[in-house]
């Protein structure tokens, strides 16, 4: 086998692999979309649902913790409080454990507020990928149909030429609109997040100095 023949071959195997991978991308572009359509009503249904009656003063709550005598007061106070579910979930279970000290206290604290932050991440993490394979999968879609194109275009055949331009393009703009899209929800998110981890931190912070005060004034 001489050089060209070898070098055809290789161009041949490419070529079908390439083509064998055309239907694989278009798929994966309409699951990226799907996906990001998934991920913008869970945006408007978290919109919608508790983060519409969020309206947290976040002073008020910490100066109304501060004067409770004791956990049961705090409870009461953090479950009548505009905090998300999982916010007060969080903070409940801190109060249920008098008998903790205030380093098993801080350690129970950090392992929430740790988890609460992981799980914030990962939602953010769904989005971001797809932002990032968006454009991935889309030039992917723009450049395979290219190949059949331009050789239609040698042989004149502009019927197929037309039809390798327009899954092109109409790959392109699928990818940069799934990515567009995923893009936008993952920085309302991190902004959504990030504020409620600072409000969680606080309060959390707020409950433990109070449970610490109160057990010295107990002491003495």
Request: glycine residues 8%.
């Amino acid at each position: 086998m001489n050089t060209d023949t070898a070098a055809f071959s290789l161009s041949d195997i490419l070529r079908a692999v390439a083509g064998s991978m055309e239907i694989p991308v278009v798929v994966i572009l309409l699951c990226l979309m799907a996906a990001a359509l998934f991920m913008l009503g869970w945006l408007l249904a978290e919109a919608l649902g508790e983060r519409r009656r969020l309206h947290l003063a976040l002073p008020a709550l910490l100066d109304q913790l501060r004067a409770c005598p004791g956990p049961e007061e705090m409870a009461r106070a953090i479950q009548s409080a505009a905090l998300l579910r999982r916010q007060k979930a969080a903070l409940l279970e801190l109060t249920r454990h008098p008998d903790f000290t205030p380093v098993m206290r801080e350690a129970l604290a950090a392992e929430l507020l740790e988890t609460e932050t992981a799980r914030w991440g990962r939602i953010v993490q769904l989005t971001e990928l797809i932002a990032r394979l968006g454009p991935m999968f889309g030039l992917l879609g723009t450049l395979i149909p290219l190949g059949p194109g331009i050789i239609a275009l040698g042989q004149g055949d502009t019927f197929t030429l037309s039809e390798s331009l327009l899954t092109a393009f109409d790959t392109t703009i699928a990818g940069l609109l799934a990515a567009a899209l995923a893009s936008v929800i993952s920085a309302v998110r991190r902004r959504w997040y990030r504020g409620y981890e600072g409000e969680l931190t606080a309060i959390a912070d707020c409950l433990l100095e109070n449970l610490r005060l109160r057990e010295e004034g107990a002491k003495c």
